[in-house]
């Protein structure tokens, strides 16, 4: 396509140019025929005439030649049939003889004419063949030019198209983390950009199905719980001593199977929760989460709060009034707060009290759960298998340590102002101004406060069970 554009301009052009300098040897033909007539018009001497023939050219070949000037005869190129002619027709006559062009002026001495010959070569006549020669290089330039252009506009396009492919295999292999650099021609950047909002949308949709999960998964906690609490409250399942009837025996025999079904349902919803928080918690790790503690903690407590009223818990919340920011997502901190009060409800007894406290300060953001139960006996050594990859065997304390340490942050175990044992999660302040402050120190100064605070005398408010 470039070529035959280049061809469809220069070839008229050079013949335009071919055009033109036939016009300008024809004229400086008539130009030096001039220079003759006119010496003719003055003076018919011979040597007057042979001044001017000399002056009109340096060429010999092309010096004009005059016809009946005297009866000798002159070596010319036109034949006497164009000479009578050019003598009869009395105006200038352009003939083509063998080797260019002829040009014939007649002038008319006394009572004979003469004839003023101007030969103009062929050569002359076509032009000067370097500017065919300019013409063909520029039109290699432009046909050069033009694939240069075509082959960066078609790399563009090719380039765009195979990035725009390759993300797109690598979303249909479960890469939802890749994007493409819209670029290309505008369609083709039109389309990497829908592609990174369907990108964008299907990342959000499958995050929101996975905290949907997890959020149904701490749901059903709360209601298991209390199923279990009640099936540990009713009578033995031991079969091996004594002598029971068949009636007794199935009894027993039905209490057991409870109990083992709803420990294997709890199985199963820990595993759901696991898997679910790992799926949310790699696709967070692309961007940074965030939740507001105190909303997190009042969502929670009130599931735990039903509970706790059905055990005739005294419980209370302190702190969770203000926003209070968290560099950890929200699901992973609901899941935290889970595990370590539904240990304060599996290892203590009816009754027992319990206390959620929420604070900031020295650039982390502190959340407590104290209980009044037996407390932890051996708090290194629960917080080393809590860390374990078990499951949700022993103080399930792994859930709370791993999304304290995604936040900066710590987990420890104290003994509480209530007596039993204190939990706290240390996470770190995202508005808090950077300083050289250690964690541990903080937990200690909240450990002194809270002993400190033991002979206050606060009264907890018993929550007692609705009629009904």
């Given at each position: 396509?470039?070529?035959?554009?280049?061809?469809?301009?220069?070839?008229?052009?050079?013949?335009?140019?071919?055009?033109?300098?036939?016009?300008e040897?024809?004229?400086?033909?008539?130009?030096?025929?001039?220079?003759?007539?006119?010496?003719?018009?003055?003076?018919?001497?011979?040597?007057?005439?042979?001044?001017?023939?000399?002056?009109?050219?340096?060429?010999?070949?092309?010096?004009?030649?005059?016809?009946?000037?005297?009866?000798?005869a002159?070596?010319?190129?036109a034949?006497?049939?164009?000479?009578?002619?050019?003598?009869?027709?009395?105006?200038?006559?352009?003939?083509?003889?063998?080797?260019?062009m002829?040009?014939?002026?007649?002038?008319?001495?006394?009572?004979?004419?003469?004839?003023?010959?101007?030969?103009?070569?062929?050569?002359?006549?076509?032009?000067?063949?370097?500017?065919?020669?300019?013409?063909?290089?520029?039109?290699?330039?432009?046909?050069?030019a033009?694939?240069?252009?075509?082959?960066?506009?078609?790399?563009?396009?090719?380039e765009?198209?195979?990035?725009?492919?390759t993300?797109?295999?690598?979303?249909?292999?479960?890469?939802?983390?890749?994007?493409?650099?819209?670029?290309?021609p505008?369609?083709?950047?039109?389309?990497?950009?829908?592609?990174?909002?369907?990108?964008?949308?299907?990342?959000?949709?499958?995050?929101?199905?996975?905290?949907?999960?997890?959020?149904?998964?701490?749901?059903?906690?709360?209601?298991?719980?209390?199923?279990?609490?009640?099936?540990?409250?009713?009578?033995?399942?031991?079969?091996?001593?004594?002598?029971?009837?068949?009636?007794?025996?199935?009894?027993?025999?039905?209490?057991?199977?409870?109990?083992?079904?709803?420990?294997?349902?709890?199985?199963?919803?820990?595993?759901?929760?696991?898997?679910?928080?790992?799926?949310?918690?790699?696709?967070?790790?692309?961007?940074?989460?965030?939740?507001?503690?105190?909303e997190?903690?009042?969502?929670?407590?009130?599931?735990?709060?039903?509970?706790?009223?059905?055990?005739?818990?005294?419980?209370?919340v302190?702190?969770?009034?203000?926003?209070?920011?968290?560099?950890?997502?929200?699901?992973?901190?609901?899941?935290?707060?889970?595990?370590?009060?539904?240990n304060?409800?599996?290892?203590?007894?009816?009754?027992?009290?319990?206390?959620?406290?929420?604070?900031?300060?020295?650039?982390?953001?502190?959340?407590?759960?104290?209980?009044?139960g037996?407390?932890?006996?051996n708090?290194?050594?629960?917080?080393?298998?809590?860390?374990?990859?078990?499951?949700?065997?022993?103080?399930?304390?792994d859930?709370?340590?791993?999304?304290?340490?995604?936040?900066?942050?710590?987990?420890?175990?104290?003994?509480?102002?209530?007596?039993?044992?204190?939990?706290?999660?240390?996470?770190?302040?995202?508005?808090?101004?950077p300083?050289?402050?250690?964690r541990?120190?903080?937990?200690?100064?909240?450990?002194?406060?809270?002993?400190?605070?033991?002979?206050?005398?606060?009264?907890?408010?018993r929550?007692?069970?609705?009629?009904?």
């Amino acid at each position: 396509m470039g070529t035959l554009l280049a061809a469809a301009f220069l070839i008229p052009l050079g013949l335009t140019l071919d055009d033109r300098a036939r016009e300008e040897a024809i004229a400086d033909a008539a130009r030096r025929s001039a220079l003759v007539t006119g010496a003719l018009a003055v003076s018919t001497d011979p040597e007057v005439v042979a001044r001017a023939v000399e002056a009109s050219g340096e060429d010999p070949a092309t010096r004009p030649v005059v016809h009946g000037l005297t009866d000798a005869a002159v070596a010319g190129r036109a034949d006497d049939a164009q000479l009578a002619r050019a003598r009869a027709e009395r105006h200038s006559l352009v003939v083509n003889v063998d080797g260019g062009m002829l040009r014939l002026d007649p002038v008319l001495l006394g009572e004979q004419t003469a004839v003023v010959e101007v030969f103009v070569p062929d050569a002359v006549l076509d032009g000067d063949r370097d500017s065919w020669l300019l013409l063909a290089g520029v039109a290699v330039a432009l046909v050069g030019a033009a694939v240069l252009v075509v082959d960066r506009v078609a790399a563009r396009t090719v380039e765009a198209t195979r990035g725009l492919v390759t993300a797109t295999l690598a979303v249909a292999d479960g890469d939802l983390g890749v994007r493409v650099q819209p670029n290309g021609p505008r369609e083709l950047a039109e389309a990497g950009h829908a592609f990174n909002r369907m990108a964008e949308r299907l990342v959000a949709a499958r995050t929101e199905e996975r905290e949907l999960v997890a959020d149904l998964s701490h749901r059903l906690r709360t209601p298991l719980t209390v199923l279990r609490l009640d099936a540990e409250a009713l009578e033995s399942d031991d079969t091996s001593v004594g002598s029971f009837s068949q009636a007794e025996l199935d009894y027993r025999r039905g209490i057991r199977r409870i109990r083992q079904a709803i420990v294997t349902l709890e199985g199963e919803i820990d595993t759901l929760i696991k898997t679910t928080r790992k799926a949310v918690t790699t696709e967070a790790a692309a961007g940074p989460a965030a939740c507001d503690v105190s909303e997190v903690v009042r969502d929670r407590m009130v599931f735990w709060a039903a509970l706790a009223g059905d055990q005739n818990r005294p419980h209370r919340v302190s702190g969770a009034q203000l926003r209070i920011p968290a560099p950890v997502a929200r699901a992973e901190l609901a899941a935290a707060l889970d595990a370590v009060i539904g240990n304060v409800f599996r290892y203590t007894p009816q009754g027992t009290a319990f206390e959620v406290a929420v604070s900031r300060r020295d650039g982390y953001v502190a959340i407590r759960i104290d209980d009044a139960g037996p407390g932890i006996a051996n708090p290194d050594r629960a917080l080393r298998r809590g860390a374990s990859d078990q499951g949700s065997t022993g103080l399930g304390l792994d859930i709370a340590k791993r999304v304290a340490l995604q936040a900066n942050g710590s987990v420890s175990i104290d003994r509480a102002r209530m007596g039993g044992a204190s939990v706290v999660m240390l996470l770190a302040d995202p508005e808090a101004t950077p300083r050289q402050v250690s964690r541990f120190g903080l937990v200690g100064r909240m450990a002194r406060e809270g002993r400190e605070s033991k002979s206050s005398g606060r009264r907890w408010p018993r929550q007692r069970p609705s009629d009904g």
